[in-house]
């Protein structure tokens, strides 16, 4: 069965310091990995994916992700922090189709 | 133009009653989806639809019935409400339900039962 682990519940970070979020997935097939972003009251927004492409992956707002298959990892970078990267992160796992397994998210705080 | 749109934004309510929401996406997807997110933000997929046949349906009581009466469209209907209904309520739609495809996500509707 397909699942992903979140390894941090809550980062917080200063504005313009690097931002890690950790991720890790069980999967029996090739999965494909999502990373989404939910802004307060809002809905989610697809921030990148992987889909057996390339392996780092870059998506909006300067984020991007590497899969690494060894480490059955697929976690989420930007080289700056700014406030309004502040808001709860999802990252995803879909190996079949019609279903997406969602971490616990990590909220990420942004310190001016 | 709203892509997912899901009405209405906050449904407040007793126990016992029965409450529908709406969603409808205009971007020509096959396949729609209803999401639950609990008070610890954690999200859980409810039902699945592929072009108005149900694909997946999880372990939800059968006090909640989606109906989709056209590709376009995925209604969520509870019955006999009760206290740990409360949450928000997502609705989402993907192209054909591929592993590899975007979900895109409605606003949300956040429902209180008192």
């Known amino acids: 069965a397909q699942s992903v682990t979140q390894l941090d519940s809550h980062v917080s970070v200063s504005e313009g310091t690097p931002v890690l979020l950790r991720c890790n997935y069980s999967?029996?097939?090739?999965?494909?990995l999502f990373w989404y972003v939910q802004h307060p009251n809002k809905g989610l927004q697809l921030l990148l994916k992987y889909t057996s492409a390339a392996t780092l992956v870059k998506g909006i707002n300067g984020f991007e992700a590497e899969f690494k298959k060894s480490e059955t990892s697929f976690h989420l970078t930007k080289p700056s922090a700014h406030m309004s990267d502040a808001a709860e992160y999802f990252c995803v796992v879909s190996d079949r189709s019609n279903d997406m397994r969602f971490g616990a998210g990590t909220r990420l705080t942004v310190k001016p | 133009d709203t892509a997912v749109s899901q009405t209405p934004k906050y449904l407040v309510t007793q126990m016992g009653n029965d409450k529908s929401i709406k969603c409808e996406q205009n971007?020509?997807?096959?396949?729609m989806y209803w999401y639950k997110q609990d008070s610890k933000k954690f999200l859980k997929i409810m039902f699945s639809?592929?072009?108005?046949?149900?694909?997946i349906n999880e372990t939800v009581p059968n006090r909640f019935s989606p109906k989709s009466p056209d590709k376009a469209h995925l209604n969520l209907h509870i019955n006999s409400l009760e206290l740990g209904d409360s949450a928000v309520y997502f609705c989402?739609?993907?192209?054909?339900?591929?592993?590899?495809?975007?979900?895109?996500f409605g606003p949300g509707t956040r429902l209180t039962v008192l």
């Open positions: 999967s029996s097939y090739s999965p494909s």
């Open positions: 639809y592929n072009n108005k046949e149900l694909i």
């Open positions: 971007l020509g997807h096959d396949t």
């Open positions: 989402a739609s993907s192209e054909a339900g591929g592993s590899t495809d975007t979900q895109y």
